[in-house]
């Protein structure tokens, strides 16, 4: 890499970190310090301001990054996850958007513990969205590590760590100082800037094919060493049963998980009413519909232009294959084009890092706080004192995430976000969908679906060929692998809507009848919301 494309690159860097820094400063001298301010920003984003807030926080790392570069690795059963990302928001939008937002006030657990025994729930509820978020975190630092390798030469590990402890450093200040409106603005800032990236290059993909997909998908499969089977179902997916079952295991995780995503569902706290919720999805919907549209021509253009090989010589999970795409577009290396395009296209990968990994990590320190802490301390805990924990919680996650990170650096960003996924939809969702719509439900059938959910899924990914067992794997030295799918979502999610039905069935008593009616009323009409 030129040193014109490194100084540009960085120079767009900092001047978009100085943006955010200064809008951190701005959010941070107009809070007066209570909770409804730190977790929901007082409520007063308005559905269009909110909706593209919400596309900010979904179209992570993995969609700008991975999802290309899937599709440029392997073709048509790459472009299964930019489907998947997508159906995902049918869900949301016609399940859980109104009645999360009349039900709850900050996060999950409030949802749940309307009808239920809080303690119990705000901890199994707590625990489980906390371990998402840390999930989801450790895919947007293997993006930016690997987005900084490839702008400084390729293989310097150093720039990789010290990437991903600067990115942890940078989410802790904007968490810590701004919380939602600060996340919330970095997040429409960062969401139009990636809009505006992904048009230029859906653009001049389809330029340098004279707007002919057909000839941009023959070019592709072409260059890509493997022939039109680049463009038919199989080849990543369909070697063989186990295989085959992980593309099911994938599509589920992929299109139930969206709905158990915590900094999505907090989302929803962040406008003044249920209506307005339920207009943001609409907006957002549009926003991420045509984004991901878009990722299918940039994959494919990824590998009719650069071609198959050379991405995976840059990066073996195709991680780079958008910054690649741009290089080439704008004149190759070397051309002032070329460089402005790449360095352009570095920065919004970046901002896009630094947006969501914002939003992620407000959502697991609020869980901490406003879940675990409180619900230990319920009697005692003061708001301010809950927003005082979130801060400190901020930094313990950022931790977390920073040392995973350093350990999954050579994953594909999107396959580690599908993990993610398989572990929101196996906990929080059926415990989600349950607690709205069973007037059955009791306080152990909650218990028991988080935690049936939770602990297979994280058991499946820790006995799976993604920690051992493998030459990709997180460990490639040692072997201890059991299940055979990469992805858990096949077996853990029918175990978490199983142990919660088992849990309500073997519970000691019945269930709260006027709890039940009462939140039910809340949530089909908004009486009584926060």
């Not at 959010?27 to 909770?35: D, E, I, L, T, Y």
């Not at 690795?73 to 928001?89: E, P």
């Not at 926003?287 to 990722?295: A, C, D, K, N, R």
Request: hydrophobic share 55%.
């Amino acid at each position: 890499m030129t040193t014109q494309h490194q100084t540009l690159a960085l120079l767009l860097f900092c001047a978009f970190v100085a943006v955010t820094l200064a809008i951190t400063t701005w959010a941070g001298r107009n809070r007066h310090g209570s909770a409804e301010e730190f977790y929901a920003g007082g409520r007063l984003f308005s559905p269009m301001e909110n909706g593209f807030a919400i596309a900010g926080d979904y179209m992570s790392a993995a969609s700008f990054l991975g999802i290309s570069g899937l599709i440029a690795l392997y073709g048509y059963d790459g472009m299964l996850y930019s489907v998947g990302f997508l159906v995902a928001w049918l869900v949301v939008l016609l399940l859980v958007a109104e009645l999360v937002r009349n039900c709850g006030r900050f996060t999950l657990a409030d949802v749940i513990a309307a009808r239920m025994s809080e303690r119990p729930v705000r901890i199994a509820a707590g625990t489980s969205s906390v371990t998402v978020s840390v999930l989801y975190l450790v895919a947007q630092m293997v993006g930016a590590g690997s987005l900084v390798a490839l702008l400084l030469g390729g293989d310097s590990e150093a720039a990789r760590s010290w990437t991903v402890i600067g990115v942890g450093a940078l989410m802790v200040i904007y968490v810590s100082l701004g919380g939602m409106r600060a996340t919330t603005w970095i997040q429409i800032v960062k969401a139009v800037l990636l809009m505006a990236g992904t048009v230029a290059l859906t653009v001049l993909v389809l330029v340098r094919f004279h707007g002919d997909f057909n000839q941009l998908l023959l070019s592709a499969a072409e260059r890509s060493g493997h022939g039109t089977d680049f463009l038919a179902p199989g080849l990543r997916y369909g070697g063989d049963w186990t295989a085959r079952f992980d593309f099911i295991s994938l599509g589920l995780a992929l299109v139930l998980g969206t709905a158990g995503l915590p900094h999505i569902l907090s989302r929803f706290y962040t406008v003044p009413t249920a209506r307005a919720a339920r207009r943001s999805v609409v907006w957002s919907v549009g926003l991420i519909g045509s984004f991901y549209l878009m990722t299918i021509v940039l994959g494919f253009g990824a590998a009719a232009v650069v071609g198959s090989d050379e991405v995976r010589a840059s990066n073996a999970a195709g991680n780079t294959a958008v910054p690649l795409l741009a290089l080439d577009l704008g004149g190759g290396a070397g051309s002032t084009g070329g460089t402005v395009l790449f360095a352009v296209v570095a920065a919004v990968a970046f901002a896009t890092i630094l947006a969501v990994v914002a939003g992620i990590t407000l959502a697991s320190s609020a869980s901490v706080a406003h879940d675990l802490y409180a619900s230990l301390r319920r009697r005692h805990a003061r708001q301010h004192g809950e927003v005082a924990v979130a801060r400190v919680a901020a930094a313990g996650v950022g931790a977390v995430a920073i040392g995973l990170g350093l350990l999954a650096r050579d994953l594909n960003v999107a396959f580690l976000v599908g993990l993610a996924f398989a572990v929101a939809a196996s906990a929080n969702l059926p415990v989600l969908l349950y607690s709205l719509f069973w007037r059955k439900f009791t306080t152990r059938g909650a218990v028991w679906s988080v935690y049936g959910g939770l602990v297979p899924a994280v058991l499946l990914v820790l006995l799976s060929p993604v920690v051992s067992g493998s030459p990709e794997a997180l460990f490639p030295g040692v072997d201890f692998q059991i299940f055979p799918l990469q992805n858990p979502g096949l077996v853990s999610i029918p175990l978490g809507f199983l142990a919660g039905w088992a849990g309500t069935a073997l519970s000691p008593g019945p269930p709260d009848e006027a709890r039940h009616a009462e939140a039910e009323v809340r949530s089909l009409t908004g009486a009584g919301a926060a």
